[in-house]
């Protein structure tokens, strides 16, 4: 049998002890200590931790970026923390984006002031594209 390690000492010398809320609970050889297996959370697809912060780089707010990816905002800040992620500062310009598909895209390319005037990135998100633009704020 391959137990957990023991959360006292260490251990990997355990005996199955019962289970507890549909759990494995386990007895330290070693030490005594009766424990269970943690419980396993669910774990994000690291394609959307990564969209995310790519997301949150270009500008756009965690509550965005939680209804276009469907993952928590606040798992969102957590992943900034966490990676140490910064924003450039915003001072002259603000990101807009569009969602499209294929098609889309496609004939978004072919008005010609979509692509001038403003800077842009397309980025795939699942089986559509963003477009984010930059632009810039006009001086009255």
Request: with cysteine; glycine share 8%; charged share 25%.
């Amino acid at each position: 049998m391959n137990a957990p390690a023991c959360p006292k000492c260490e251990s990997t010398k355990a005996t199955k002890s019962g289970v507890v809320n549909e759990r494995q609970r386990f007895k330290c050889t070693e030490c005594g200590y009766h424990y269970t297996v943690a419980k396993v959370g669910r774990e994000v697809n690291p394609y959307y931790v990564v969209k995310a912060l790519q997301l949150y780089i270009e500008g756009v707010s965690y509550r965005e970026i939680e209804r276009l990816l469907g993952v928590s905002h606040v798992s969102v800040m957590n992943w900034v923390k966490k990676y140490g992620v910064r924003a450039p500062r915003q001072t002259d310009y603000h990101p807009t984006y569009k969602i499209l598909n294929q098609a889309e895209l496609a004939a978004f390319f072919q008005v010609p002031g979509n692509v001038k005037g403003a800077g842009m990135m397309i980025t795939e998100l699942g089986d559509k594209f963003m477009v984010i633009r930059w632009e810039r704020f006009r001086a009255g």
